[in-house]
């Protein structure tokens, strides 16, 4: 398959996280197929909605955002630089991680101390800077567009996301963005499912390299132990 972004992502290890998160979402990276939607008990809006803006991307926390190759790079190198930069870093744990709000939009978070994992993130980000290309300027005026502060700007001039680094927060995105009013029903409903399913700690023992395909969903090209 011919992908014409790449992203690195940390995803649940197969099992009933990654199983409810691609039921939930209506995709499964793993497989690189829909699935039938899970429609839970007390949403307030069709789950097809609720999910639409993060099903593409499947169930993920971000590590180094969505890039295009770089001139000279491939997608070869790219698998071998992720899996030398896997045997080089070590596994983090999260107290565990709670259905939570994020803006407008709902996610899962970690409870407890996020030094290490936050770190492990601007590693891989450094790690792979030298794989993606530059930003248009139509690419930076997108981003802009949204709002960003001067950090966040500075941050997607130099790394191409306004949310790396020091405005990193790791997070599993569960919905796109929804009317606060429907927050607290969402949570719940959620938490319900969501909370038996979360393994207490919480080891981001793994990452995953992924691809997007030319119906812009992502695939999961390999997920790799961290082994240091």
Request: glycine fraction near 10%; include cysteine; charge should be neutral.
């Amino acid at each position: 398959m011919i992908f014409t972004r790449y992203a690195i992502y940390f995803t649940p290890p197969p099992g009933p996280l990654s199983d409810f998160g691609a039921a939930w979402l209506g995709w499964d990276p793993a497989t690189g197929q829909p699935v039938y939607h899970l429609d839970l008990p007390g949403l307030p809006a069709p789950v097809q909605e609720i999910t639409a803006a993060p099903r593409k991307y499947g169930l993920h926390a971000t590590m180094a955002p969505p890039f295009r190759l770089a001139d000279g790079k491939t997608g070869a190198s790219l698998v071998d630089a992720f899996a030398r930069f896997c045997t080089q870093n070590g596994p983090v744990t999260l107290d565990g991680l709670e259905v939570a709000a994020l803006g407008r939009f709902l996610a899962l978070i970690p409870t407890g101390d996020q030094g290490a994992v936050s770190a492990l993130a601007a590693r891989t980000v450094r790690a792979f800077d030298a794989f993606r290309a530059p930003l248009t300027e139509a690419q930076i005026a997108r981003r802009r567009s949204g709002g960003l502060t001067p950090e966040q700007d500075a941050l997607l001039l130099r790394w191409g996301y306004p949310y790396v680094m020091d405005a990193f927060r790791f997070h599993i995105t569960l919905t796109g963005k929804r009317p606060k009013t429907e927050l607290s029903l969402l949570r719940d409903a959620l938490g319900a499912t969501l909370n038996p399913l979360i393994p207490r700690p919480f080891a981001v023992d793994a990452l995953s390299l992924m691809g997007e395909g030319e119906t812009g969903h992502f695939h999961l090209i390999h997920r790799h132990t961290l082994t240091a």
